[in-house]
């Protein structure tokens, strides 16, 4: 009589003890699960770049800054429109640059100062 109760008590011992380490064995597995899940940064080299841009269809003008296709050069837009400003050359380029201020303007009216050396 003294074995199954003694099979029992040992049963009754270890089960608390197999359910813990089937937790953090789940845990730990899960954990290392969610690292891989998530994404990677990308990386610091142009590749990634370059393949997008050879693989865009354009065939008049692709912007360099946001591979859309435009006519000419000075269409292209601003990547980030929401805070750069798109200036337009007289000779058919154009650049975007960081807004300047609250005023509509202020960004095309300093690169004209600094191009005429008063900035």
Request: aromatic residues 12%; contains cysteine; charged residues 15%.
């Amino acid at each position: 009589m003294h074995l199954p109760a003694l099979l029992t008590a040992l049963f009754l011992f270890l089960l608390p003890a197999s359910a813990q380490f089937q937790f953090f064995e789940q845990m730990f597995n899960q954990g290392g699960q969610q690292q891989q899940a998530q994404p990677q940064n990308m990386g610091s080299d142009s590749v990634w770049y370059q393949q997008q841009y050879e693989a865009a269809p354009c065939d008049k003008y692709l912007c360099p800054h946001t591979l859309s296709c435009v006519h000419f050069p000075h269409h292209c837009p601003c990547a980030f429109p929401d805070v750069e400003e798109k200036v337009e050359f007289g000779d058919g380029s154009m650049a975007c640059v960081s807004k300047g201020g609250f005023k509509e303007g202020e960004a095309l009216r300093k690169i004209e100062l600094a191009r005429k050396g008063l900035l």
